[in-house]
């Protein structure tokens, strides 16, 4: 399960929307899932190389030739280097971070599906059964609603649901973080999208959703009066 | 309504237990408390420096002197400032912040109570209608939750309960972050703390909430499941 915000910023006065889902559907044996964060012109680059890449036959190792998904990670990081030295002269000039952290997942037949976290360092990390996510960009707020509620065992749409929540909740706290919304759902072996959804402003099912969560928080925050009373609190 | 943790901590393997919430009663017209985040050496002398000033009668402007709350968190950014630059020399040289972040709240007679955070820099900002809470130190994880459900017309006991469930949240996801949690309530036109408690690992209390508020998120998002079905997603 993948999901990202669009909202992207250079400074408070220049917000725009761009997605950060990016599908790469390489055949009946291979697809990809990147996910992006950081310098909005090095994450394009970088999709726009892996791209490049994936579509041509020079002999280049791309995610076309890759035999696991780790490599496929490293790849990717190793790509994310290329484009962050390619233009690290004229960024130093101006004191800006060309710097991207993004999210692969996906599979390649014969192997699990699987997701890594490519820092900017061009290195990946992968999940555990304790640590069934991943998260990057602006991972704070909606990260103690992961941790409360996340199982392994969980199925996808409660995955997606979930995800929304966090998300919503990071939307709220930081307004470098914004809709629609982009959920992807890929189920083993299938080497396609189950399905893939986008919550913009309009959606009536996200209105549903947080409404339905609100109510929820509230009705639950008001039934903590009975389990926690003051009266019997020490005195100052 | 006042809250903080407890956890203090140089680097990941030095991790210690100082409370941070200080309580200044100086007679019956005012009442001040103070909460700290930030490097620990300046966030003690700054307390010992106000305890100092206010038992002092030596005419240097106190606790005790002045006449406005926004007096009392100038004051408290100026000594601030004092204590930072007084070993700023020693903490160049190794690179180490001396930076601190205050919570200054009370109430002085003939003025409503209130509360300001006063920055590093030595100035302070207030609470508004629309935000009627601070936070500093680790800030990001607990505040999703405070947004949802701060009201200004919250009871004090209301608020209290929501501080524990923001500091749980926060203490989950950053082990910088930890028990015990000091929460402390103060009435208009008292004076005196109305209450003041602290929770342990073992307050059987604290246990009642936090179980209490697991099932109720388990049971509130158990519900969304209703409220959007990914049936009628496109398919990807």
Known sequence: M????????AGSDYV???????????????????????????TQEIINRLRRDAESDDGRPSLHTVDHLFEAADLVGQISLDV?????????????????????????????????LVYPE????????????????ES????????????????LADGARLALVSLDATAKSNVTVGMPFDVSLYRHDDFALAASQRFGRDSKAYRTLNESWNRGLATTFDALADSVATDDWTLG
């Open 140 to 155: 704070k707020y909606g990260k103690p609603i992961l941790d409360r509620l996340i199982r392994p065992s969980m199925a």
């Open 16 to 42: 725009t929307t761009y997605g950060k889902t990016h599908v790469f559907a390489l055949g009946p044996d291979r697809l990809f899932v990147v996910l992006t964060a950081g310098n909005l012109s090095t």
């Open 84 to 116: 962050q030295e390619h233009h690290e002269r004229g960024l130093r000039r101006s004191g800006a971070s060309g710097s991207a952290t993004l999210i692969l997942g996906g599979q390649i037949a014969g192997e699990r599906a699987g997701i890594f």
């Open 122 to 137: 061009g290195n990946a990390i992968t999940v555990s059964p304790e640590t069934p996510y991943l998260q990057i960009g």
């Open 2 to 9: 993948f999901a990202s915000d669009s909202r992207s910023n």
